[in-house]
């Protein structure tokens, strides 16, 4: 398979092929990629409009707060993520305990008991409703709890790991937690691991495909071990290409991807472990310059030709070298409609 033939079959698969289908929606879109980085949520609305699932942020905060058709919460790689509510409980079993440890570790060493803060977290929010950070923070202050600087954060990711509260609705511009009987319901039993491993390897490969085993262990933060358990489940399904792995049955990509202007943490920039098919080696530390940072990119053709960023209001696009005009014209297209986007304005 060619480098260009691996870019198109992925980006179809990230759905960055075309004009999203009719009616998928921003909760459908999820659906398709199974989870969004979401620690910057305006990066994961931006996500969406990307692939022509929210029309504006509006659309997504609507998704996540009108009738919790999304959820966001601490799951792969101990990150937070945004899902489609139907799949939150198996995802929360299968991976929300990767992060547990850590942030249990990094209370101890901040002087913080989980088990002294976590009642009265718990108590607010059944008291009062979903509830922002820093209202929780000002709720356990009160209690005589230190709750300044990276304590509530591992507090907030212990709760969401015990699979009692979650990032819920958006109000005010304040993404707020809520218990997650309350916003969630009664939450099913989750299938067993293996079950849940097979989903997993099933869905990664209908979002990465072509990937390899190695893509979906450290895409998930799993073991290689649990990667290559589900992906076996679920053999009969696949097809091969050297290591690379895909569902069979795939339509084939596009001969042509337009241009596109990706959100920092976009699922495009991180969905693989080696990210050289859309990356060039020599412009990788201008796009993942380390601390997990992703920067906001542009990409032509499925290759990554620039980042970007918003200043004062205008979205500024640097390409790393001269692009052609059609390309340059595409691109700024697309920096008006992110413009639009946040402004919560309707695309025309």
């Given at each position: ?25 921003s909760?459908a879109?999820v659906?398709q990629l199974?989870?969004?980085?979401a620690?910057?949520?305006?990066a994961?609305?931006l ?11 509006a ?8 009738d919790?058709s ?13 899902v489609?509510?139907d ?10 305990p990767l ?9 101890g060493q ?13 108590r607010?929010l059944?008291?009062e409703g ?9 709720r356990?202050?009160a209690?005589?709890?230190?709750a ?12 969401a ?8 609705p958006?109000f ?15 939450p099913?039993?989750?299938p067993?691991?293996?079950?849940a ?14 990937a ?13 071990g649990?990667?290559?358990?589900g ?12 290591p690379l ?6 339509p084939d990509?596009?001969a ?8 920092a ?8 472990r080696?990210?050289?098919f ?9 796009v ?26 205008r ?5 790393f070298a ?5 390309i ?9 409609a ?11």
């Amino acid at each position: 398979m060619t480098a260009a033939e691996l870019r198109r079959r992925r980006a179809a698969a990230q759905l960055l092929a075309g004009s999203a289908a009719p009616g998928v929606d921003s909760a459908a879109a999820v659906g398709q990629l199974l989870a969004v980085q979401a620690q910057d949520l305006r990066a994961a609305r931006l996500a969406l409009r990307t692939r022509g699932a929210a029309r504006s942020a509006a659309d997504v905060d609507s998704a996540l707060t009108d009738d919790s058709s999304l959820v966001v919460s601490w799951l792969l790689r101990g990150t937070l993520h945004l899902v489609a509510r139907d799949d939150y409980v198996w995802l929360h079993a299968l991976t929300a305990p990767l992060g547990a440890a850590t942030s249990r570790r990094r209370l101890g060493q901040l002087g913080v008991r989980f088990e002294d803060a976590s009642p009265v977290i718990l108590r607010a929010l059944a008291d009062e409703g979903p509830l922002s950070r820093a209202e929780l923070a000002e709720r356990v202050g009160a209690a005589g709890i230190p709750a300044e600087g990276q304590v509530m954060p591992h507090l907030l990711a212990l709760a969401a790991a015990h699979g009692d509260v979650v990032l819920g609705p958006v109000f005010d511009g304040a993404h707020c937690f809520a218990l997650a009987r309350d916003w969630l319901g009664t939450p099913e039993r989750p299938p067993d691991r293996n079950a849940a491993l097979a989903e997993l390897a099933q869905r990664y490969l209908r979002a990465h495909g072509p990937a390899t085993d190695a893509d979906l262990a450290a895409w998930s933060g799993l073991p290689l071990g649990d990667a290559r358990a589900g992906l076996a489940a679920i053999a009969g399904e696949l097809t091969h290409d050297g290591p690379l792995l895909d569902l069979a049955g795939r339509p084939d990509p596009p001969a042509r991807l337009l241009p596109r202007l990706l959100a920092a943490f976009d699922p495009y920039l991180v969905g693989w472990r080696d990210r050289t098919f859309a990356v060039k080696a020599e412009h990788a530390r201008r796009v993942h310059p380390g601390g997990g940072i992703v920067r906001a990119a542009a990409i032509a053709g499925g290759r990554v030709v620039g980042t970007w960023a918003r200043r004062r209001g205008r979205v500024v696009i640097e390409p790393f070298a001269p692009v052609p005009a059609r390309i340059d014209a595409a691109l700024r297209r697309e920096a008006a409609a992110v413009e639009r986007f946040e402004a919560r304005e309707p695309a025309p």
